[in-house]
């Protein structure tokens, strides 16, 4: 995985916290054990995995979550009459870790010896980690369905916060040198920091909800990122200063179709290379239709729908 300087930057912390984590079960040759494999689980195994790169995580213990597949094995607690805490790290994702912590005790493990809270210590994603070191920032949920205020067809603010974020934004960042990113529904400004933080510097985007938009610029302010943000209608901004677009389910049906119309209008209007990359992508048909836009590459990757679209035109 690249590091930049911006990610060094915001995200020093959590890259120290994983290194101390993987220095510790390397010093005393223990195995890692994560307990808990939704959201956090998996960000911390992507921090050591993936990040670090130095070790690998050997059980993952979730007592809810079936998976009938052969990667991962989620295995249940009773996988810990089998292991022994004295070789064992074992790191608790679960946001309630007082019963975790009450059962894992009695098999040996110490809470800042062989036990870590992870939850607590460094959250759920790089958003959550963020908000963890300064509280002026808001990427929350918007969870209300307010038609009145964001139409039938649009979907309200979920961020962009899954440990998919590396994988999706290092092939983003790869596309071309010179990228210029714009966000539809860009919501509390989650994916233009992480676009910043890959090293692109033409950011953009449009909000329609004045309150989410209002949390977008307060949380870019706070992080030191510069973004020409409209809040506004998707199918009514300026686009030609841009060359990849980014889609996180923002709307559907006849909005979605209208703004695809609106950026081949402006592929033709200033022909260029023009990529879109389209999270939880229900509006593939539209897409392609009209025979301008082509699949360039599909990731899997961790997120509602595990396909991610990268569409291209070239120039």
């Not at 048909?285 to 291209?312: E, H, M, R, T």
Request: charged share 25%.
């Amino acid at each position: 995985m690249y590091i930049t300087e911006e990610y060094r930057r915001l995200f020093s912390g959590l890259m120290d916290y994983a290194s101390h984590l993987v220095d510790i079960a390397l010093q005393n040759n223990q195995k890692i054990v994560i307990w808990g494999y939704w959201k956090c689980g998996k960000f911390i195994r992507h921090l050591i995995e993936d990040c670090d790169g130095r070790t690998k995580i050997s059980y993952i213990i979730d007592e809810k979550i079936e998976n009938f597949s052969e990667s991962p094995i989620i295995y249940r607690s009773s996988v810990l009459n089998y292991i022994s805490a004295s070789d064992t790290l074992l790191l608790s994702t679960i946001k309630s870790v007082d019963e975790i912590k009450k059962l894992t005790s009695e098999y040996g493990y110490k809470d800042g010896d062989n036990f870590f809270d992870v939850y607590s210590d460094i959250g759920e994603s790089y958003i959550a980690y963020l908000q963890k070191q300064n509280d002026m920032l808001d990427f929350a949920n918007v969870l209300e369905r307010d038609e009145d205020a964001y139409g039938a067809e649009n979907q309200e603010h979920t961020p962009f916060s899954f440990s998919a974020v590396d994988k999706v934004f290092s092939e983003v960042a790869a596309l071309e040198e010179d990228l210029s990113f714009f966000d539809f529904g860009c919501g509390k400004g989650t994916a233009l920091l992480y676009a910043h933080v890959y090293g692109i510097r033409k950011l953009g985007g449009v909000e329609l909800v004045k309150k989410v938009y209002d949390s977008a610029m307060r949380n870019l302010h706070e992080l030191g990122i510069e973004a020409d943000i409209d809040n506004g209608n998707a199918m009514e901004c300026d686009i030609d200063e841009y060359n990849c677009f980014f889609f996180y389910n923002p709307f559907r049906g006849k909005t979605f179709e209208k703004v695809i119309g609106r950026i081949e209008e402006s592929f033709r209007r200033m022909p260029r290379n023009i990529y879109l990359i389209y999270g939880n992508p229900f509006e593939h048909k539209a897409v392609v239709k009209n025979g301008v836009f082509s699949l360039y590459k599909q990731l899997i990757v961790d997120l509602y729908d595990p396909i991610l679209n990268i569409y291209k035109v070239t120039k």
